[in-house]
């Protein structure tokens, strides 16, 4: 499994990003995928989590009603829409592929991370 989530980038209070979780093995279109985050100094965080089908999916509540999972298994591509962003989402974000889960321990395989940083 290779996953490479990009998209990150500046933003400002209110602005929006689109995140992308690629897998360039396509082991991940029958495994969930989670969305994770460490901020500086923090411990990572689950963000969201996505089922294999795309049929369930699952939030933090710090992020409920602002970020949206989605994903295009033809692609191989799983989505995190980050609206109405706030100083407090930047963080390094990570997704994973593993067992649908906020618990980071059951993810098996993790990309390298990509940058989110809000401004105020």
């Known amino acids: 499994v290779q996953l490479q989530a990009f998209g990150g980038g500046l933003a400002q209070a209110g602005d929006s990003l689109r995140l992308s979780c690629t897998n360039s093995?396509?082991?991940?279109?029958?495994?969930?995928v989670g969305w994770f985050r460490q901020a500086p100094g923090k411990e990572r965080e689950f963000v969201a989590a996505?089922?294999?089908?795309?049929?369930?999916?699952t939030y933090a509540d710090s992020v409920k009603g602002r970020f949206t999972i989605s994903r295009d298994n033809t692609k191989d591509t799983v989505y995190l829409q980050l609206n109405s962003l706030k100083p407090e989402d930047t963080a390094v974000y990570y997704c994973?592929?593993?067992?649908?889960?906020?618990?980071?321990?059951?993810?098996?395989?993790w990309g390298p991370g990509t940058l989110v940083t809000v401004s105020s």
């Open positions: 996505i089922a294999w089908n795309g049929h369930s999916t």
């Open positions: 093995r396509r082991t991940s279109r029958n495994n969930a």
């Open positions: 994973a592929v593993g067992l649908k889960s906020y618990i980071s321990s059951q993810y098996m395989y």
